[in-house]
């Protein structure tokens, strides 16, 4: 299959700093993948984001060596413009990327500055708000809004501009626990239903098990490990290396493995490890 | 009033000017030394509650009595030297140009002698681990170190108690595990910790009360157990037990609550599987 997104040799530094921001950072995303990246504060995930529409290096100054390209375009030399029609990027703490005074003016300004005819942005924002579950919301003040809804809001902006790569940095990391599920299960139906390709960054390990179908791990500006949740949350000195604790279930199987009981694949979700535990539960 | 009843709120209701009613009809009473934890989703009136601890804001209607004197009359700066309230995000709070200056600006302004200022600094930089940073400018901090400084800051005011707003968001697990055990230092000392939260894993781990939020009210109080126990409901208030919590809940434990990964272990173990078959389990 085609590669959507390409990651060549990447190294990017912000002026004057003493070290990349990122290195050396290679990989390829394929259309409709859900991949995570998971790291620890610092390691370079935000600035990653910004490489997939040209944030950097066009508008976040420095010198990057190396290339992306993004739906066949080279993030370099292609307008940041052009490239919001093909990534759309929510950026970490979202409420602060909402400024107009309705939801129905904020959802379209994508697509005005796009220059599109009136009448389909009116159906693009109409599609985007039912989409997130926030039709009737049009005259509602964003600020108003829940931290979930603002959220939402916010991933309608980029989905009314109809992206075929959605990039999420930390979308639930303020919100509280069912307001995050609503958040994911969105996302999780873009990628399901409409094959967006999701790139999410995360510190919640229970939605990377229960929604990514690949894992990247970022650590100290380089990429150590891509492979599938599976395979990355079984590898424990990977983890504490990256600072990254597994989700509970993880953690609960593999101390009862290292205490003799036969488990040869550690659940990640609490689905399959209830599985597991029943399993073994019976095996008397 | 007991002894050591430092807080009691009495019928308290908090109205913003516009109308909106963000507390309603609150009874609550905390004793010296505790550790709470406020729980609820976005918008319960959490952050409005514990703002009501340090005279922040004051109540539209009943009564609170922090230390016994009502706050109605009294200044945020004679109630800041009892109860010491950190900023959900630090760069609410941080403005001086060194770390050094930032932790001194508490005591300076309450007129502390320079000599025991200096001592003062100084014992709370090593505390905090931030007395190789003491030049640095805040802002130039990682925001784990930012979140340190701020601890650090009302730390130098040695408040009777302290309310901390959602210490760990935007931490990686370790940079939240080594906030948690700076306060978890505090109330070894006979502290009195509040922590307004989403991390319900943090919750069970750490605090020994739970208050939970919803539209203004105290829909549920109790310990970790007592609360955790009524997941159901919990999702009716938007919240979420912890994993372990509910993967033991699924496998049909009754009667007690498992809090994490450690009781969980212990409760399989003991009560839920057979032993493990020797030389069978342990695969690498």
């Not at chain 1, 039912?130 to 902006?157: H, K, N, T």
């Not at chain 2, 308290?12 to 505790?34: C, R, V």
């Not at chain 2, 707003?165 to 055990?181: L, N």
Request: charged fraction near 20%; proline fraction near 5%.
């Amino acid at each position: 299959m085609q590669s959507i997104v390409e990651f060549r040799a990447v190294t990017f530094s912000y002026p004057r700093a003493d070290k990349p921001a990122i290195k050396d950072i290679s990989f390829s995303l394929y259309p409709g993948e859900f991949s995570a990246m998971i790291g620890p504060t610092g390691a370079g995930k935000s600035t990653l984001c910004y490489c997939f529409n040209g944030v950097v290096p066009q508008l976040f100054s420095g010198t990057l060596n190396g290339t992306v390209i993004v739906s066949g375009c080279d993030t370099c030399q292609m307008d940041i413009p052009v490239l919001a029609q093909h990534v759309g990027l929510v950026v970490q703490n979202a409420r602060t990327q909402l400024f107009n005074v309705t939801v129905l003016q904020e959802v379209g300004f994508g697509c005005e500055n796009l220059g599109w005819p009136r009448q389909k942005i009116q159906k693009r924002v109409e599609e985007a708000l039912a989409f997130v579950g926030l039709s009737g919301y049009e005259s509602r003040q964003p600020s108003a809004l829940s931290g979930g809804q603002q959220q939402r809001v916010a991933i309608a902006c980029v989905l009314a501009m109809d992206p075929e790569i959605l990039v999420l940095d930390e979308p639930t990391s303020e919100l509280d626990p069912i307001g995050s599920e609503q958040v994911m299960e969105v996302i999780a139906r873009l990628n399901r239903e409409l094959g967006k390709t999701i790139f999410m960054v995360t510190h919640d390990m229970e939605f990377v098990a229960k929604y990514a179908s690949r894992v990247l791990v970022l650590n100290e500006c380089c990429l150590m490990e891509d492979g599938i949740p599976q395979d990355i949350f079984g590898k424990e000195d990977l983890l504490r290396a990256a600072r990254i604790r597994p989700p509970q279930v993880c953690e609960v199987s593999q101390q009862l493995r290292r205490h003799g009981y036969s488990i040869p694949r550690i659940p990640i979700s609490l689905e399959e490890g209830v599985e597991t535990l029943r399993r073994l539960h019976d095996e008397r | 009033m007991s002894d050591n009843e430092i807080i009691r709120c009495q019928g308290l209701h908090f109205s913003y000017p516009n109308g909106m009613e963000a507390l309603k009809d609150i009874n609550l009473t905390i004793t010296q030394g505790e550790y709470v934890a406020f729980v609820g989703q976005n918008g319960s009136g959490k952050t409005t509650l514990v703002k009501h601890f340090n005279g922040l804001l004051k109540p539209t209607q009943g009564s609170i009595h922090v230390f016994g004197e009502e706050t109605r009359d009294k200044k945020v700066s004679a109630l800041a030297r009892k109860v010491g309230y950190v900023f959900q995000n630090p760069d609410d709070m941080l403005f001086c140009s060194s770390v050094e200056e930032e932790v001194a600006y508490g005591p300076t302004m309450l007129g502390f002698a320079v000599a025991e200022i200096k001592e003062k600094v100084e014992s709370i930089l090593q505390e905090l681990g931030l007395q190789t940073q003491r030049e640095t400018h805040p802002f130039a901090l990682s925001l784990g170190d930012r979140q340190r400084l701020a601890v650090a800051c009302v730390l130098s005011l040695d408040p009777e108690v302290f309310a901390f707003d959602e210490p760990t968001t935007g931490q990686d697990y370790f940079g939240g595990e080594s906030i948690m055990e700076v306060i978890d230092q505090l109330h070894a000392k006979g502290k009195t910790i509040l922590i307004i939260t989403h991390d319900m894993p943090l919750v069970a781990e750490h605090a020994q009360r739970v208050v939970v939020m919803n539209q203004g009210q105290i829909a549920l109080e109790g310990t970790p157990k007592e609360v955790f126990s009524q997941t159901n409901y919990l999702r009716t208030l938007s919240l979420r037990s912890p994993q372990v919590t509910r993967w033991a809940q699924n496998l049909g434990l009754e009667g007690q609550t498992v809090l994490d990964i450690k009781e969980m272990v212990t409760w399989l173990e003991e009560k839920y599987l057979p032993a493990p078959v020797q030389g069978k389990g342990g695969l690498a």
